[in-house]
Each structure stands twice: as structure tokens, then as C-alpha cells.
């Protein structure tokens, strides 16, 4: 089993920065596929970011490309996503994701096995 707590979600003005965190239990962190997830309210969940076991390879939905970056530090059993230029409608909850599948990254969100609980982020204007 995978235990995954998300942190790092705030209120922020648009324009400004922020950085999700996400820790991971158990000791096959380094083998498995993370992504990034966030549900604005009313909407679906929705796929943002995606990075491999080795962090060499990271998809991204295009609505965050050139404005978010996913990364993971394998020694901290951590992943990463720093937003930058948030905008009003970048305003959800995000969720990190665990996927013990065999590809690099994965965009859709019934590839993953385990879930964070969710971290809210504000972006106010």
C-alpha cells in the first residue's frame, strides 16, 4: 500500500506562485508513475502533470504547459508541482496520484492505484 498526503495549497493572488508537495509512504516510491490532478468546483477531475520513476520524462495538459513543473525527489519518496503565473481558473482542489503501471507517464486518472486526499489552492483576482 501507498499512503500519499498532499500539502502545500493556499490562497494566492493572481500572477503569484505556489508549491504542492506530495509524501509518499511505503518503499516502492521510486518505482512508481505520480501525476498531479485537480477538480475546480462543479467540474470534473481533471489531468495536470505527470512524471516517470526516474523523473526524466513529465506530460503535461495544456491548459498548465510553461506555467506548472512537475518534479520528485526519489530520496525524499516526494513529488513536486510548482505552479507559477496561477490564474483565476487555476483554482481546485489538487490531488496527487500513484500509478504502479510500466509507462513513463499516464494522462488519464484510472491508470492510477492510490490518491492523496486533496489540497485546496485559491487563486483570487
Known amino acids: 500500500q501507498v499512503q500519499l498526503v498532499e500539502s502545500g495549497g493556499g490562497l494566492v493572488q493572481v500572477g503569484g506562485s505556489l508549491r504542492l508537495s506530495c509524501a509518499a509512504s511505503?518503499?516502492?516510491?521510486?518505482?512508481?508513475?505520480m501525476g498531479w490532478f485537480r477538480q475546480a468546483p462543479g467540474k470534473e477531475r481533471e489531468f495536470s502533470a505527470s512524471?516517470?520513476?526516474?523523473?526524466?520524462?513529465?506530460s503535461y495538459a495544456d491548459s498548465v504547459k510553461g506555467r506548472f513543473t512537475i518534479s520528485r525527489d526519489n530520496a525524499k519518496n516526494t513529488v513536486y508541482l510548482q505552479m507559477d503565473s496561477l490564474k483565476a481558473e487555476d483554482t481546485a482542489v489538487y490531488y496527487c496520484?500513484?500509478?504502479?503501471?510500466?509507462?513513463?507517464?499516464?494522462?488519464?486518472?484510472?491508470?492510477?492505484?492510490?490518491w492523496g486526499q486533496g489540497t485546496q489552492v485559491t487563486v483570487s483576482s
Open positions: 512524471i516517470s520513476w526516474s523523473g526524466r520524462s513529465t
Open positions: 496520484a500513484a500509478s504502479r503501471g510500466s509507462g513513463r507517464t499516464y494522462t488519464n486518472q484510472a491508470m492510477y492505484d492510490y
Open positions: 511505503g518503499r516502492t516510491f521510486s518505482t512508481l508513475v
